[in-house]
């Protein structure tokens, strides 16, 4: 099963197509309106696309579908892409496991269900017990688990779900003894979990209003709440923690401590790193009322709580440390003065810390591959926890008195494998190993490091088969993501792995923006720096070029959220160096996100157009639907997006691909893909997953007229 790309094949990639050239887009009504922000005026001709309600807006959606459809279906590596695809996807899958009240918890896919099915078990050795199933919840598997939380003594189980992709979420809670719900249901959940009292008497969440009818998948969310919930009782009765009336922004996320007697309040005002804390007594592990206690208001750092123990609160932070540091702050006198460094900021970017089995396990990234060192309560370092290669390690939770922990490790080229380690011995246990029609020694993963247009260098992982031959033909995909200060490292997915073993290149680039070296480099790509970002994925895409990896003919890019703006900003500057462009739920429109849902929020990473009229500028310069270029030859382009995205909602997707129809680009197709009761990603069925994604490969080969086999 491979790809192959002859030289005549080749040189045809940059000929027009039989299929692209018969093309015909359905046509996009075009309104007068205009906006004039700090002087400028700006037109918005597809303003009515922004209206999901609208019976003119879903007859638009069924259109674009039929085209984009009919040509999908016509593509011959439609059906052999999808086989692979699914081969590769159908493999048995674990989530990482955690304890609490003497029960192990994990989840669990067997290949092919739609959703993952949640266990339990008294020890590793027992057979698990189903604790929820959400596959029974509905019939096409749009209903997922959004969250679980256990109370103490680990008979009951609170437990989220969302709904055709949603971010809203209905929280219920189940006694895992009968395998049945109680009464208790809370509504118009988002953006939170639950966090149970040490008594088990009821748990702490956060919530908005009601949104008005009509609106709940498009109107922002403001002034989130948090409130407390005893079990028994109905949600209008709960009791309302904290708030903050002068505050529109504040949002809340709570953790009770291991000893159940402190509740942690983390108070976050954007999708940004900075955030303040403040804590709340628990008198005897019990929910009593009071008003939470402010230990850092400011929003000039981030934040992370880790531990509280002996009247301290121990907390990750890059305050006064961009590459991270841990610090003990004492609760009685929190002012910064007081705080004590118990791990220094290093050379690596500290990105996780737990504290489990009386040591704290520190998470760093070195060139966006993950090290783990092992500290002890007193911050000395003790030793190193030795991972299997160069690639991504995530989980390490657990309690302060626990001495296991479990964590995941993977790379490009290996699924998932969960380990457990043992705290006071070091000793690592395979814990499960899935296994797959993909054979990782047929391939191998190289570090490469690209200097972009100003000198910042930075990493990018290249994975393909085994003697890879530099000369230019190889079919290869890059993706990139670039913001809100989260690192991309090598992982496994089945998109990478259907690429490789379909003969592709598959590379990921740590661009700024991320988190991979600490908060100067998440600030280096941000609002005025946004630019970087777009000049750091150019720049290795041209770096690609350069090494004979692959060319302009055989380059491809692909980016989701925004890693979607990313595409499509980058596709609009340099059209000229990829074949083809994918942005999905991407952030298109740069002048009125903050005006849906949540995009306020990334105001920490963009800025607004009404912040300045240096911001409206370089928004204005790179927003993606703003700055097609008619008369340019433009990359083919496939727009994904879901109706029910209430996160990026659709109309970006929308507008951006109205744009692009429009006007003259070149006579690669320029085509989106609506999925239906489909959202932003998080608790996508199966199905929609592999129909999806093997969509988005087979439209890549067809552009560069390759043959799948």
Not at 537 to 549: D, P, R, T
Not at 602 to 607: I, L, N, R, S
Not at 621 to 635: D, F
Not at 644 to 669: C, E, I, M, N, W
Request: hydrophobic residues 40%.
């Amino acid at each position: 099963m491979k790809l192959t790309l002859s030289a005549l094949a080749l040189a045809a990639v940059l000929a027009t197509s039989v299929q692209a050239q018969t093309m015909t887009y359905p046509a996009t009504r075009k309104v007068d309106q205009t906006d004039t922000y700090h002087g400028t005026t700006v037109a918005d001709p597809y303003r009515w696309l922004e209206d999901d309600n609208s019976a003119e807006t879903k007859a638009w959606v069924v259109k674009q579908n039929e085209v984009t459809n009919k040509f999908l279906a016509a593509m011959p590596q439609r059906l052999p892409t999808r086989r692979i695809y699914t081969e590769l996807y159908n493999y048995e899958r674990f989530g990482i496991p955690f304890q609490e009240g003497g029960r192990y918890f994990w989840s669990r896919n067997d290949g092919l269900q739609q959703q993952n099915v949640y266990y339990w078990a008294k020890s590793l050795k027992d057979s698990p017990q189903v604790a929820l199933d959400p596959n029974a919840m509905s019939k096409d598997g749009t209903v997922a688990l959004s969250g679980v939380a256990p109370s103490r003594d680990g008979k009951l189980l609170a437990y989220g779900i969302a709904g055709a992709g949603s971010d809203w979420q209905t929280w219920k809670v189940r006694d895992l003894a009968t395998g049945q719900d109680l009464a208790d249901r809370i509504d118009w959940v988002k953006f939170s979990s639950a966090s149970w009292t040490a008594d088990g008497k009821g748990f702490f969440y956060a919530r908005y209003d009601a949104p008005k009818e009509g609106a709940a998948l498009t109107g922002a969310n403001y002034f989130q709440k948090l409130y407390y919930h005893r079990l028994g009782t109905p949600q209008a009765d709960d009791v309302l923690v904290a708030e903050n009336r002068d505050d529109k922004e504040w949002g809340f996320g709570t953790q009770v401590s291991d000893d159940g007697e402190l509740l942690v309040i983390s108070v976050w005002k954007s999708a940004g790193s900075k955030n303040g804390l403040m804590v709340l007594p628990l008198p005897k592990g019990a929910f009593a009322g009071g008003k939470p206690q402010p230990v850092t208001l400011g929003f000039d750092a981030q934040y992370t709580p880790v531990n509280a123990i002996g009247g301290s609160l121990v907390v990750k932070t890059d305050k006064d440390a961009p590459r991270g540091r841990l610090v003990a702050i004492d609760l009685k006198n929190p002012a910064v003065a007081g705080w004590k460094t118990l791990v220094a900021e290093g050379p690596d970017a500290m990105t996780a810390a737990s504290a489990v089995g009386g040591h704290y396990l520190l998470s760093y990234l070195h060139d966006a591959a993950t090290l783990v060192r092992v500290h002890g309560a007193d911050g000395k370092r003790l030793s190193e926890v030795t991972l299997p290669g160069i690639g991504t390690a995530s989980g390490f939770g657990g309690r302060w008195s626990s001495q296991e922990t479990f964590f995941s490790y993977t790379s490009l080229t290996n699924p998932a494998e969960i380990h457990r380690y043992d705290v006071k011995t070091g000793q690592i246990e395979l814990f499960k190993r899935p296994k797959t029609a993909f054979n990782p020694d047929e391939f191998e993963t190289r570090r490469e490091f690209v200097t972009s247009k100003d000198g910042t260098r930075f990493p990018i992982f290249i994975a393909a088969k085994k003697g890879l031959k530099l000369d230019g033909t190889n079919p290869t995909l890059l993706y990139g993501y670039g913001g809100f200060d989260i690192p991309i490292t090598p992982a496994y997915g089945a998109t990478s792995a259907t690429w490789l073993k379909m003969g592709g290149v598959y590379v990921i680039a740590s661009i700024r923006g991320g988190g991979e070296y600490g908060s100067a480099w998440h600030d280096a790509g941000t609002q005025l720096k946004k630019q970087n970002v777009f000049d750091d994925f150019i720049a290795a895409g041209e770096w690609l070029v350069a090494h004979k990896v692959a060319s302009p003919a055989t380059l491809a890019i692909n980016g989701g959220s925004n890693g979607g703006l990313l595409v499509g900003a980058v596709a609009n500057q340099r059209p000229d160096l990829f074949a083809a462009a994918v942005p999905q739920v991407g952030v298109m429109d740069m002048l009125r996100y903050q005006k849906f849902t949540i995009g306020w929020a990334w105001a920490t990473d963009y800025g607004t157009s009404a912040d300045s009229p240096e911001m409206f500028k370089a928004l204005y310069a790179y927003s993606p639907m703003h700055n097609v270029k008619a008369g340019a030859r433009y990359p083919a382009v496939l727009v994904t997006t879901g109706d029910h995205d209430d996160r990026v909602v659709p109309a970006h997707s929308f507008k951006y691909a109205a744009a692009l129809q429009a006007v003259d680009t070149g006579p690669a197709p320029k085509l989106i893909r609506i999925e239906t009761n489909a959202g932003h990603g998080a608790g996508k069925p199966t199905s929609k997953i592999i129909e999806e994604r093997s969509d988005v490969l087979a439209f890549i080969a067809n552009t560069m007229k390759l043959e799948v086999k």
